[in-house]
């Protein structure tokens, strides 16, 4: 079990390592930074002596070398268009949208898998087919189709939500957070919910479907043979045995809700890492942008890491090795 | 009156066409610590018996009519609450241990919350019966394997613990489902004798459902024997499966391997279809003859295969597991040459070396006079077309999106190109007349046919090529004895025609009996003993074969 653990390490840095040489590509061949680190009057010689100074001259490997080396430090340099840190623009922005991913991700796995079971246990039901044609629309409407509406129906008409920012925030530490205000939570409930809609559709119809081929094997069989009530064949048997699958599309989901997040933070006008990455596109601001990769490859390396512990914890045949050959 | 009554059941299953009748004015009884055994073979309705006493019917499934009498309570009426007497009264276990038990929790968190659910005492009380409960059916040193996953057990120890769990709460009855049918033969006799004391320690009555009339013989008190929904005999099983009055008990008794003798063929009654040893098969005109000359076809030095865990970064090397070690044998030519042993003995694993689909990891196989490891090229294709395989499963064994005469073309096309589509078309046609099926099976696909049917287009496919040697692994494992007995006797037959070599892979001495002049006894990779057929049942030299031999459920009519 270490063996593999430290075997996915190796991967994970591998993986890393790769987004790091794209990233870094990105810095020093989508046009040439000196010239947009600086301005129109400056002069040849001026320029050549930056270039020296920035170590633009040096062999690739070196260069490449210690941008892996800063950027294990979260050193990106400067943003071109704000004149400061990258990583500190980073710092300020990442919180706002770590809440907003988690407050949805929490909702999408709830209500997926709480419906999912459901609709799968109840396979004809009238509120099943009710809950599974929304669900459709869930995944066949785009993200900022769904956030327009929902701003237009609480926010507009309603009026008992507000349609875009935060809301008041408190400082704590060097993290932002919006979680301890009225406002603050209220102006989080719109976008989440917008973020999480299409993947707990996806959640919904695949643990539905688990659960539907669990609830044929044997021994969901032999336990009602036993005699064993339906809550806990349901809860106890089945839901377990339907989470495996769940845990690697919900895994991979959150990654994808980080970066889906930039058009949500758009429609909402949320202040995190999406509008600073929208922003930085406009003003080709490339060191926002390569952190950015990095940091989205940080998170999908992660939470891949971590779905390979749940599987661990979850099924029990992954933790011994044992494997059956046939003769 | 009885213990269990079972009156006048009729039972259907609605489907979106037709009205199925699955069981049809069935009526038998169990008295308290008897076995009754239910015989029958697929589509019998035995298991929609076993599953409507406890109200587990699949849908569409519906009692019509009739009683389940259990003492003074009726299990078929709707109004009864049948789900309250699951586990609690009556048991019931599956064939599949494997699948029958909840690989997320310990075996322990299964019998504890069984036991919870229908007796009223505290957890460290049910632990107690619980681990009692697993050293009654023979788990040994069940204080510890309590804490176990389902996947630490082996099958045999598995079907004890779907044994346990059925008899959390003292049961009065057990149903129990072909409980041995996915067993390894020594496993399988200690599972009947666990069965058998459990009867008489609790006085339990047992309906055993199974379509291997052995086990009924050897273990059942009273048999019924079903057919299409309906009985067709009862009685003792020494009158029923001795002296059987009825047509299709006699048909199915004498489609049973006899493990006591060689019959030359099953004797078939009441079939329409011709045997291949009556016509003129039409695929020897293609056929080159050759006098079999009792020469070695296959020689087997040495062989031997570890497989190991391969990852592109090897950071814990795993112990290699050995599933062949060691194996010499020949296969003369005309020969059938028997491979046996239980699962896991490596049976499988040489056969698949053989055809050349696993290269071995060390050893030497030679077939005619070529070592096949060194064939390349033409001469690997040459060598291809003079070994074809018959495979177990007869359902994912053919592509289902292909038509049968495409599937059996496909060789011929590989191997045989400049033939022409008339050609073809002819052979296609000559083969399927030689496995005895009609010729407009040809533009039919593989699900509109029966288990049966399906392995005699394998062993068409197969003999497309016009091979010296067919290696069939478990050709007929997975069909009703009577199938069996056809699919066995076509193969005697084109063996006698065409003059073919057979390497026999099976787990089922009787089959083997029948079919192998010759015999090889594997165990864990290793070859026990080389023998002769009929020495080898007579007079097992090696300890492992009588063994199995001793094992094997006798079937004495």
């Not at chain 2, 199915?252 to 099953?266: G, N, Q």
């Amino acid at each position: 079990m270490f063996s593999y653990f430290l075997k996915r390490i190796v991967q994970s840095v591998g993986v890393m390592l790769c987004v790091a040489l794209l990233s870094f590509s990105l810095f020093n061949f989508v046009g040439d930074p000196i010239n947009n680190m600086v301005g129109e009057e400056t002069s040849t010689e001026e320029r050549a002596e930056l270039r020296e100074t920035l170590g633009l001259n040096d062999p690739i490997h070196i260069q490449f070398g210690r941008f892996v080396a800063n950027a294990i430090q979260f050193n990106f340099g400067k943003s071109y268009q704000l004149r400061r840190p990258v990583s500190e623009l980073i710092a300020e922005r990442m919180p706002a949208t770590l809440e907003l991913v988690i407050a949805s991700s929490i909702l999408a796995l709830g209500f997926g898998v709480l419906l999912g079971v459901y609709t799968g246990i109840n396979r004809t039901g009238i509120l099943s087919n009710f809950i599974l044609f929304v669900s459709l629309a869930g995944v066949s409407l785009p993200t900022f189709v769904i956030g327009i509406l929902l701003i237009y129906i609480f926010a507009v008409i309603l009026g008992i939500l507000p349609s875009f920012g935060r809301g008041e925030v408190v400082q704590i530490g060097f993290w932002r957070t919006g979680l301890l205000t009225a406002s603050g939570l209220k102006a989080l409930i719109l976008p989440s919910l917008t973020l999480s809609l299409f993947q707990m559709t996806y959640i919904i119809r695949l643990v539905r479907a688990e659960i539907v081929e669990i609830l044929q094997t044997d021994y969901i069989k032999f336990a009602r043979a036993r005699g064993i009530s339906n809550h806990s064949v349901y809860f106890g048997h089945a839901l377990r045995n339907s989470l495996i699958p769940v845990v690697t599309i919900a895994g991979i989901n959150i990654g994808t809700l980080v970066a889906f997040s930039i058009i949500t933070e758009t429609v909402f006008q949320w202040p995190g890492m999406g509008f600073l990455f929208i922003q930085a596109v406009k003003f080709v601001d490339i060191p926002i942008m390569s952190a950015y990769l990095v940091f989205i490859a940080l998170v999908f390396v992660a939470i891949n890491f971590i779905v390979d512990i749940l599987y661990f914890l979850i099924d029990p045949r992954l933790r011994t090795k044992n494997e059956n050959q046939d003769g | 009156m009885d213990f269990l009554e079972i009156t006048n059941l009729n039972i259907s299953y609605l489907t979106r066409r037709l009205l199925v009748t699955a069981v049809q004015d069935v009526s038998f009884s169990v008295k308290k610590g008897e076995i009754l055994g239910l015989v029958g073979e697929s589509g019998s309705g035995k298991s929609t018996i076993g599953r409507a006493i406890l109200g587990l019917l699949d849908e569409p499934g519906k009692i019509e009519g009739g009683s389940i009498q259990l003492e003074n309570l009726n299990l078929a009426d709707p109004a009864t609450e049948v789900s309250a007497f699951r586990g609690k009264r009556i048991g019931l276990i599956f064939q599949d241990p494997q699948t029958s038990l909840n690989p997320v929790m310990t075996v322990g968190e299964q019998l504890l919350e069984t036991i919870q659910t229908h007796l009223q005492i505290d957890a460290g009380d049910a632990r107690k019966r619980a681990i009692e409960l697993l050293d009654d059916v023979g788990i040994i040193d069940a204080k510890t394997r309590f804490d176990d996953y389902p996947h630490q057990f082996s099958g045999g120890m598995r079907q004890r613990v779907v044994i346990a769990l059925a008899l959390c709460a003292d049961p009065d009855i057990l149903i129990a489902d072909e409980p041995t049918t996915a067993l390894d033969v020594s496993i399988q006799s200690q599972i009947l004798a666990l069965l058998q004391k459990l009867r008489s320690d609790r006085n339990l009555a047992v309906i055993l459902i199974t379509h291997d009339m052995a086990v009924i013989s050897e273990i059942a008190d009273r048999v019924v024997v079903l057919k299409d929904g309906r009985i067709v005999e009862m009685g003792s099983p020494a009158a029923v499966l001795g002296n059987p009055s009825q047509t299709y008990t006699k048909r199915l008794v004498s489609s049973v391997p006899p493990t006591d003798r060689r019959i030359h063929r099953f004797p078939i009654m009441n079939s329409d279809q011709g045997s291949a040893a009556d016509q003129n098969l039409k695929i020897l005109n293609r056929w080159q003859l050759q006098k079999n000359t009792g020469a070695s076809l296959v020689r087997v030095k040495s062989l031997s295969k570890s497989f190991s865990d391969e990852s592109f970064m090897r950071i814990a090397a795993k112990e290699p597991v050995h599933a062949v070690r060691d194996v010499s044998f020949e296969i003369r030519e005309g020969e059938s040459f028997g491979l046996v042993g239980e699962s896991g003995s490596g049976k499988s694993t040489i056969a698949k070396m053989i055809v050349k689909l696993i290269e071995p990891t060390s050893g030497l196989i030679f077939f005619e006079q070529d070592d096949i490891t060194t064939l390349e090229g033409p001469t690997l294709l040459a060598f291809r077309r003079k070994i074809q395989m018959v495979f177990q499963d007869p359902y994912s064994s053919l592509n289902g999106r292909m038509k049968i005469k495409n599937i059996i073309a496909e060789p011929i096309l590989h191997h045989n190109s400049q033939l022409g589509q008339m050609d073809i078309d002819h052979y296609v046609d000559d083969l399927l007349a030689a496995v005895d099926l009609a010729a407009s099976s040809r533009d039919r696909y593989p699900h509109e046919f029966s288990g049966g049917q399906r392995q005699r287009i394998s062993i068409a496919r197969a003999l497309a090529t016009q091979p010296k040697l067919l290696v069939c692994d478990e050709p007929t494992s997975a069909l009703d004895v009577s199938i069996q007995a056809q699919i066995l006797n076509l193969l005697k037959d084109l063996q006698e025609k065409l003059g073919l070599t057979i390497l026999f892979i099976s787990h089922d001495l009787p089959v083997v009996r029948q079919m192998c002049d010759r015999i090889a006894v594997l165990r864990d990779g290793a070859v026990c003993e080389i023998a002769n057929a009929e020495r080898l049942f007579d007079a097992p030299t090696h300890s492992y074969s009588r063994h199995l031999l001793n094992s094997m459920p006798k079937f004495q009519p």
